[in-house]
């Protein structure tokens, strides 16, 4: 798939800074102009580290016990785009000074690239083809390289191309949207600025959490030319310069390496490690190692679709996008807005889990492990998360996080939202079943469900009904806040109790609660069983309905008719209480628990609640629609699926939620993925097989994708004859087509 530009917008920059980013799970940089862009351009400008954060103080002018005191923040790093054309002193620049002749921009998802092809005339008449392209290696994710050529038209003349580290940043800020920062803070501080046998060294650090970052940057030039690296204020700056005539070619490769002390014990001599072998290997092959990544990962992870050539190309970039953002050392998991903007700050929420998870599960499960094992080496911190918010056992996983922490200061549609999790208990149990590997379960996976079981027995209680009730929770749905036996949690937690006994008897009997870290009494299991058995899941007789909580359905419905259009999303325009009062959801919530947790509830039951809560729902959350549109397809609503599926997989190519300059919406490509593989395929994963329903559009005359499960490789199709799983690698596993 190539995304492609012809044309540019000063307008609409900052979206196509993101659309066109470069990353790889480790480091993002924004697809920035390297040439930079005038004074009030609107340009987000910004290079990352996925899981480089800065501490931040949280100020209250009312602190309550146990609000957090500081929270973590992405740290924009020093700019390392930077590269100045110079024509004999005449400065190349979209903006004015000169006259674009052609302009081209491509995201070939196939290479692993993005290039700037341009045709510059200059205000002295003399013409030159510039070609820039870049790559965030997969193979070597500390790299990020650089190719710019120019090649001379008519100019004839000195060249001068001036390349930089340029440590005087900052981080975006909006103080308009509660989704960005809205304070300005300098998080990166320079250490020290060296240049020795062609290598420029720049090391900084954050103010707070005292993180180090070292960058090398080399140069490697296609002709001979002067050139000369010099230490300045603000980190280092390499001047190159040679002279061209008609027809002649000049190209610079500018290799950069970003090292952190989050990984790596000395970050500068790790980056100069990796800076040389790249420079070794050369760019030549370093692209095809690239491609040769892509190409395998594609084998396993592509879906076609016969019928759309606009939504097959929209899957891809969603897929690719997916790829770059996804931490790969359980050291990190996937930011909100992957490593593409700093919308969110760089945290993690539940959207890896329930969205983005399921994706590497069944294309590449050892990313899917990584991220599990993030969530296992901040185990910790969510003990000591429960321990802050009240429970005598048991861990809350955090709301919103970087290294662990909490980093919510608004708790009602923060930590309360205690179903996080049962959402990462419910991404281990999914992992078992899609995987069978006992070895990590034993290792590390019962250890998690059985603090997180624990964290639901105290957090909830057994009421006068004999049932088991969890109070002041919320729910997905952030317009209804701190209710009690929010139907979502309380499935997730169900589930959860369930889980815990599960893996504890199946490791049992297999004789591997040997590594078992924490102590643990088999009454417990009796407990789990009993909370779970009697979970309290509100229903509505008379609506035939599960009630989203207790309350919900006793509250007025909000007329989303006759809200203005100006006025979503409403978030930006309401008081949180004056939206607690209402039937009005952001986002799915209990129609995404009968996703999650069909067992139990009859097809009638989901149509009715599917019906409700369709109409009293705004969608304001990219998170919503795809989850909308996998129920649909279940429930045979085949129209509305679609219209669902498309603004899925559109969401950030068409910039539907208006902002998609901060950042990828990244639960919401993975929500495309499962709207296919979920929705109209019909996956769902048991403990004894996996289960397909399939649905073909009526826009489609087929589609094929391939899932990996237990060890074995599968391609699924599609079409208008019916629907058939081909085993393609691996031995024969349990599959069941559902009719």
Known sequence: MKLTRTKWDAKSLALDETLFHTANGYLGVRGCFEEGCPEGTAT??????????????????????????????????????????????????????????????????????????????????????????????????????????????????????????DCNVSNFVDASDPRVASERLRHIFPKTAKFSRGVGVVECRTGVSDICIAICQQHCISRDADINTSVVDSGIETRIKTRLQPTDGFLVEKFTTLSDSRRQENPRTYAREVLADAVATGSEELLQEQSDFLADFWRGAKVEINGCSKLQDGMEFNMY????????????????????????????????????????????PQ???????????????????????????????????ISGSECSSFFPAGSAQYHLTGDVAHAFMQYYYATGDMDFMAAKGLEVLIETARLWLDAGNFGADGKFHIHSVTGPDEYTCCVSDNYYTNRCAQHNLWGAVEIYNLLKDAGRLGQLKIAFDEQELADFTYAADEMFLPYDNDLGIHAQDSSFLQKPVWDLAATPKEKFPLLLHYHPLYLYRYQVCKQADTVLAHFLFEDGVTDDIMRRSYEYYD?????????????????????????????????????????????TRDGLHVANLGGAWLAVVCGFAGLRLRNDGLYFRFTLPREWDAYSFHVRYRGSLLKVTVNRQGGGVELI???????????
């Open 44 to 165: 987000i400008r910004g290079c990352y580290i996925n899981g480089v954060y800065d501490t931040v103080p949280l100020s209250y002018p009312e602190r309550l016990f146990g609000f957090p005191e500081e929270a973590q923040r992405l740290v924009n790093l020093p700019d390392v785009q930077t590269m100045r054309l110079f024509l004999d002193g005449e400065e190349f620049s979209l903006f004015g000074g000169g006259d674009v002749l052609a302009y081209e921009r491509v995201l070939d998802t196939d290479s692993g690239t993005v290039s700037r092809k341009i045709r510059w005339k200059s205000p002295k008449g003399a013409t030159v083809d510039i070609e820039i392209t870049r790559v965030a290696s997969f193979v070597r994710q500390e790299l990020f390289l650089t190719l710019y050529s120019v090649t001379s038209v008519d100019f004839d003349g000195e060249i001068e191309l001036i390349s930089s580290v």
């Open 321 to 364: 996008q997916l790829l770059q953002s996804a931490g790969h050392d359980s050291i990190t998991s996937v930011a909100s807005k992957g490593i593409s903007g700093e919308g969110y700050e760089g945290h993690y929420f539940w959207d890896t889990e329930i969205y983005i998870f399921p994706f590497f599960l069944y294309t590449r």
């Open 367 to 401: 990313i899917a492990k990584n991220l599990l094992g993030f969530r296992y080496n901040t185990l910790d911190g969510a003990r000591a998360h429960a321990a802050i918010m009240g429970h005598t056992r048991g861990a809350l996983y955090p709301w919103r996080t």
């Open 615 to 659: 109409k009293i729902t705004t969608h304001d959350s990219s998170l919503s629609g795809c989850v909308f549109g996998i129920m649909a397809s279940r429930l045979g609503l085949g129209e509305k699926a679609y219209e669902y599926f498309v603004d899925t997989v559109c969401g950030d190519l068409d910039n539907i939620h208006g902002n």
């Open 729 to 739: 690698s691996g031995a024969a596993v349990p599959v069941i087509i559902e009719r």
